[in-house]
């Protein structure tokens, strides 16, 4: 996939490309900008941070079996500044048409766009890699991310487990 180029109702013009594969360090000092609540919310810890592990299994996808978007900010020239959110999917090995999905948008860009951007993106490459099916685990009080997900396909399943809202969906 190439750099997208979104133009946002708010005016900001953003970049959604796959992450880089070095960008691990990038994306740990991006979750570092969420605020307590908002990682509480997507990531359903207090932890605060991740291990190395887990940020390298995040930046080191194929775009088959898993794939990490960033979307960046854009400067008036088209270079790319900040990041401000990520969303990725990673394969079901038993159900290969199937995907888990996961977005952490900063707290200063929620609710502007940039989650349906972003996850619209996500969606195209799913399908072109044949996965029609995507299932998240979300906090019951994220409302945000519960409104978006609708706007992405069917909702085919939905089941509460260890208190986090578990929810598939069919690709639209």
């Given at each position: 996939?190439?750099?997208?180029?979104?133009?946002?109702?708010?005016?900001?013009?953003?970049?959604?490309?796959?992450?880089?594969?070095?960008?691990?360090?990038?994306?740990?000092?991006?979750?570092?900008?969420?605020?307590?609540?908002?990682?509480?919310?997507?990531?359903?810890?207090?932890?605060?941070?991740?291990?190395?592990?887990?940020?390298?299994?995040?930046?080191?996808?194929?775009?088959?079996?898993?794939?990490?978007?960033?979307?960046?900010?854009?400067?008036?020239?088209?270079?790319?500044?900040?990041?401000?959110?990520?969303?990725?999917?990673?394969?079901?090995?038993?159900?290969?048409?199937?995907?888990?999905?996961?977005?952490?948008?900063?707290?200063?860009?929620?609710?502007?766009?940039?989650?349906?951007?972003?996850?619209?993106?996500?969606?195209?490459?799913?399908?072109?890699?044949?996965?029609?099916?995507?299932?998240?685990?979300?906090?019951?009080?994220?409302?945000?991310?519960?409104?978006?997900?609708?706007?992405?396909?069917?909702?085919?399943?939905?089941?509460?487990r260890d208190g986090a809202?578990?929810?598939?969906?069919?690709?639209?």
């Amino acid at each position: 996939m190439d750099r997208k180029v979104v133009h946002l109702k708010s005016g900001l013009t953003i970049g959604i490309r796959p992450i880089l594969k070095d960008g691990a360090q990038r994306l740990a000092d991006g979750f570092s900008h969420l605020s307590p609540r908002s990682f509480k919310l997507r990531f359903l810890t207090n932890k605060g941070h991740f291990t190395p592990q887990e940020l390298q299994h995040m930046v080191e996808c194929d775009g088959v079996t898993g794939l990490s978007l960033v979307a960046l900010i854009l400067g008036n020239d088209g270079v790319e500044q900040d990041p401000i959110a990520v969303a990725h999917f990673f394969r079901d090995e038993t159900n290969t048409v199937s995907a888990e999905f996961a977005i952490a948008v900063l707290d200063d860009y929620q609710q502007i766009g940039i989650g349906y951007a972003l996850l619209t993106a996500l969606a195209e490459q799913s399908k072109l890699v044949g996965i029609s099916t995507w299932t998240g685990i979300c906090s019951p009080d994220n409302e945000g991310i519960q409104k978006l997900i609708l706007k992405m396909g069917k909702v085919t399943h939905v089941a509460y487990r260890d208190g986090a809202k578990v929810v598939s969906i069919e690709l639209s």
